[in-house]
């Protein structure tokens, strides 16, 4: 049996992304331009996509899902082909827009990730394990 350790490193808002025309059609009274547009979203019974619903009811939005996804970096494959937008953590968004060539069509902190490092350790002492955790904090979440 082992024993672990969450050790909070930030959390981060969500935002929606899209490519090209549909980017800057959606962008326009977002998040109510989410209604009935093409969205992808990740697989139902995840935490993000308990968020993402949660959300959608709290602001009265009806998404049409024409994609769900186990895997995100597919669903933003799938997204940059234009057909429909797809969420992913703020945090990330330049890499997002970078690698998949996409636009931002919005940002929620309605729907936030949160992100740990587990370790077997209550006290983070390896030199390496700390250097990361101290810059995931710094540098993603500072």
């Known amino acids: 049996r ?6 909070a ?3 981060s808002g969500t935002t929606f992304f899209a490519a090209g025309p ?9 998040p109510h331009s989410l209604n009935d547009a093409p969205v ?4 139902q019974g995840t935490a993000l996509r308990r968020a993402l619903d949660q959300w959608f009811e ?16 597919l669903m933003k494959a799938f997204g940059q082909a234009g057909t429909a937008a797809f969420p992913a953590p703020r945090v990330i968004e330049p890499e997002v827009m970078r690698q998949y060539r996409v636009q931002v069509v919005g940002h929620t902190e309605g729907v936030r990730e949160r992100y ?3 370790s077997a350790e209550r006290r983070l002492k390896h030199p390496g ?8 904090r710094n540098d ?3």
């Open 58 to 73: 709290a602001e009265d939005l009806h998404p049409r899902i024409v994609g769900e996804f186990d895997d995100s970096a």
């Open 129 to 136: 394990v700390l250097a990361i955790t101290t810059a995931a």
């Open 140 to 142: 993603l979440f500072g």
């Open 22 to 30: 549909m980017a800057a059609k959606l962008r326009k009274r977002f």
């Open 2 to 7: 082992v024993k672990v350790f969450g050790h």
């Open 9 to 11: 490193l930030g959390e």
């Open 40 to 43: 992808l979203l990740p697989s």
């Open 116 to 118: 740990y490092a587990i």
